[in-house]
């Protein structure tokens, strides 16, 4: 089984920088994506940056320029976020798609990290 477990939240100042991680633990092929998605308090979930295991990246334009999506071992990944806004606050959940033959479409999530914006 597949789990996805995302680290690094917390409280950061407006113009501050925080690094979310997610660690996938488990038998997992070698071709996946990595989606970062935020809910806001009161607002439906939102995609803000996916990765992929060839290094292919998205980002939306709230945040595109200000948050960098990489990997840091095999099996975590990073989400980088420069220039916080007040409007990047919310819960940081990574969910990721498998990609690879037989078992391609499965996707899996973590609990979610809380991103706090305040001065």
């Known amino acids: 089984q597949v789990q996805l477990v995302e680290s690094g939240g917390g409280l950061v100042q407006p113009g501050g920088s925080l690094r979310l991680s997610c660690a996938v633990h488990?038998?997992?092929?070698?071709?996946?994506?990595i989606y970062w998605h935020r809910q806001a308090p009161g607002k439906e979930r939102e995609l803000v940056a996916t990765?992929?295991?060839?290094?292919?990246t998205w980002y939306d334009d709230s945040v595109k320029g200000r948050f960098t999506a990489s990997r840091s071992t095999t099996n975590s990944w990073n989400l980088q976020m420069n220039g916080v806004k007040q409007e990047d606050a919310g819960v940081y959940y990574c969910n990721l798609e498998d990609r690879s033959i037989g078992t391609y479409g499965r996707n899996y999530w973590g609990r979610g990290t809380q991103v706090t914006v305040s001065s």
């Open positions: 990765i992929s295991t060839g290094a292919t």
């Open positions: 488990g038998n997992i092929a070698n071709l996946y994506v």
